[in-house]
């Protein structure tokens, strides 16, 4: 099956020609070279104020400094967890109802997105912070970001299962009418099932995301790692050498997970080489 070989960035960019591959590699190369120019003035100038000096650095190897952060980082996966949770299978029925034939479905869908979508996320949590206590709505702290993350992350996933679903080649929907599948019937053992393989690896870009916003918790006083990285410069002072191991953490989770994503684009593309062949 030709459709299901195409991969998730096809699904939402064009592939570059030679033309805009050379030019693509010339700016990797002149970022990768300005990065290290930064870093090594970063390093320098540390170097000069004592900010490298391993009294500053020794004490993130104490079990108790270990836990602490440990304790943030527990706080940012669960968060992160619960928004996914609830913020991909309302993206799936938010793009279902955009897709709609029903206009006045297909409309509420779109403005919802639209406004989710177009809405910086610290300005939602705000409203559960500051806000929406005012009319008695008021959330315990995990809610203030996990409610937040959901609203917003649903949105922007919700465009995504719809170019998921605009992906399936539509002759499948012709045949499914043929055999006598109905319309929901066609798009729940049909369209959905490839769709979702589709954008599996988006998804866990779109987790990496979801990861990244987590960070507001800081704002409803949430403890997760970036509370907990505040928490500590104001108890040691060490402000450079706290944010920077929060921030090595960081990176560390967002490349397993887009790693993750690498690999399982790869295995589908493989299975689907493979389903084809057998199909031949």
């Not at 490298?52 to 669960?78: C, M, N, Q, S, V």
């Not at 968060?79 to 034939?101: D, E, H, K």
């Not at 922007?156 to 319309?183: H, K, N, P, W, Y």
């Not at 790869?266 to 080489?273: D, H, I, S």
Request: glycine share 8%.
């Amino acid at each position: 099956m030709s459709t299901t070989s195409t991969s998730a960035t096809q699904v939402l960019f064009d592939a570059p020609g030679p033309r805009g591959r050379r030019r693509i590699l010339l700016i990797s190369i002149v970022s990768l070279l300005a990065i290290l120019a930064l870093i090594a003035l970063g390093l320098w100038q540390f170097q000069r104020n004592g900010q490298l000096a391993a009294e500053k650095w020794l004490p993130y190897l104490r079990r108790d400094y270990i836990a602490f952060l440990g304790k943030g980082l527990l706080g940012t996966l669960e968060a992160t967890a619960v928004a996914a949770v609830i913020a991909f299978p309302f993206g799936l029925v938010l793009a279902l109802g955009r897709i709609s034939r029903a206009r006045a479905l297909s409309a509420i869908s779109a403005v919802w997105i639209e406004f989710f979508r177009g809405i910086p996320m610290l300005l939602v949590v705000y409203a559960f912070l500051l806000a929406l206590p005012a009319y008695g709505v008021n959330l315990p702290r995990f809610w203030m970001l996990v409610v937040p993350m959901s609203l917003v992350s649903s949105a922007s996933t919700a465009e995504v299962f719809r170019a998921g679903i605009g992906a399936v080649d539509r002759g499948q929907d012709e045949a499914s009418s043929a055999i006598g599948l109905s319309r929901g019937q066609t798009m729940r053992y049909v369209i959905l099932p490839q769709a979702v393989r589709l954008v599996l690896p988006s998804l866990i870009l779109a987790l990496v995301s979801l990861l990244k916003d987590s960070t507001l918790g800081f704002v409803v006083s949430y403890n997760e790692l970036q509370f907990q990285g505040k928490t500590m410069v104001s108890i040691t002072r060490f402000l450079v050498q706290t944010y920077l191991v929060v921030s090595v953490i960081y990176i560390v989770l967002n490349f397993l997970l887009t790693k993750a994503a690498g690999l399982l684009e790869r295995r589908m593309r493989r299975r689907a080489a493979e389903g084809t062949g057998r199909s031949r």
